[in-house]
């Protein structure tokens, strides 16, 4: 039997290729940046075509996007756009303060079954006594009951609050910053630290985010409630750390930072989203969930396993666990009007996600 040159050649390419397919996906979970993010040369070394990704992102130019960091395997796949340029968080920051809860849910420093009644919780106007019987737990899956006036609220969130006392806690979910912002409270009351201190202390320094400062947050209340809200700036690499971390179960290199039972229960799906657009709610994070109403995102099909913290004008962080990704999408929402729509988001990722070989 004769073999031509050509046939040879092409058997040399294809076994290179999946050589070096399989050694990255092989090695994917020993793959942690260090000081600086590595970043292959080539899309193709991790199995994604280099045409269809840069196909994506001349598509983002046509959209407010300022920023795009795709991790895969622990390693920088692709990005463009102002990475390093701190933006703001917006709800990011809730999935944020759900990662910080673990540590000191296992340590037994906080007891999520708690009640408000029991933490000494209140608000002006006051709450009720059916409304103090909330628990953290409550509030991590936005099952209060609580339908006082919080701080970063819009008027359509509020509009869609119900009656007071009319679901009691555990009931119904609504999408509620009062639950997020009071989490806020009892962490700091129950921990003694800032949540931006935590932060730093617990999760930027042991995964050595590039810019991350206790400086970068901020809180504030405009006189809708006692419970302030917290936001916090941060850049596109250190968010893509962040996702890493999660994907990750919450180990970085040989430490734990956060538990990996955390990680797991705060990514569960609890709730149905349908009613803000959505398709499932864990503790504080957006849950993919198969024959949901509603998908992940319009435009792309995420199996059961993603998650995401999103924010205000099109901040995405996406972890997607079948691909071993995690997609970071932001806009430079600090000039007014700039926003993507989740519906431009779904169709950039899933050109992406179809970059796949």
């Known amino acids: 039997m004769t073999t031509t040159k050509n ?4 058997a040399v390419i294809a076994f290179v290729l999946l050589f070096c397919t399989l050694s990255a996906f092989g090695q994917s979970v020993n793959n942690f940046p260090g000081k600086i993010w590595n970043k292959v040369s080539n ?11 840069a196909a994506a992102q001349e598509f983002s130019k046509t959209l ?12 920088i796949l692709y990005e463009w756009g102002d990475v390093d340029s701190l933006f703001l968080t917006h709800s990011m920051r809730k999935s944020a303060l759900s990662a910080l809860y673990g540590k000191y849910v296992e340590n037994g420093t906080i007891n999520i ?14 709450l009720s006594e059916q409304e103090k019987t909330a ?8 099952r209060s009951g609580v339908f006082h006036t919080a701080e970063a609220e819009n008027d359509a969130m509020h509009n869609l609050k119900p009656p007071k006392d009319m679901f009691k806690p555990g009931e119904f979910w609504l999408y509620n910053n009062w639950d997020f912002n009071v989490l806020g409270t009892i962490f700091e009351n129950l921990t003694g630290k800032k949540i931006f201190q935590a932060f730093k202390e617990d999760i930027a320094d042991p995964i050595q985010m590039e810019r991350f400062e206790i400086e970068n947050g901020m809180s504030f209340k405009t006189g809708r409630s006692v419970h302030e809200a917290y936001m916090f700036v941060i850049n596109a690499h250190d968010l893509a750390r962040f996702g890493l ?5 919450g180990k970085w290199n040989e430490k734990q930072i956060i538990p990996a039972d955390w990680v797991k229960e705060s990514t569960t799906y609890f709730s149905d989203a349908t009613i803000y657009r959505g398709d499932g709610y864990g503790y504080m994070w957006w849950v993919a969930k198969d024959k949901n109403k509603l998908p992940h995102l319009p435009n792309v099909r995420l199996k059961e396993g993603a998650y995401s913290a999103r924010g205000y004008g099109g901040h995405f962080l996406i972890v997607i666990p079948e691909y071993d990704m995690v997609f970071v999408h932001r806009v430079n929402t600090f000039i007014p009007g700039n ?9 950039l990722l899933n050109m992406i996600l179809e970059a796949k070989l």
């Not at 996007?65 to 390693?75: C, F, L, M, R």
């Not at 079954?113 to 006051?126: C, F, Q, S, Y």
């Not at 971390?245 to 179960?249: E, H, P």
Request: proline share 3%; aromatic share 4%; charged share 30%.
């Open 7 to 10: 046939s040879k050649n092409y």
């Open 245 to 249: 971390l999660m994907l990750r179960n």
């Open 113 to 126: 079954d708690k009640t408000m009644l029991e933490l000494g919780i209140d608000d002006e106007p006051a």
């Open 43 to 53: 899309p193709i070394e991790l199995g994604f075509s280099k045409e269809k990704v």
């Open 339 to 347: 926003s993507v729509s989740n519906s431009d988001i779904g169709k």
């Open 64 to 75: 407010k996007t300022s920023a795009v960091t795709i991790i895969v395997n622990g390693v």
């Open 135 to 142: 628990t953290i737990r409550d509030c991590l899956k936005a």
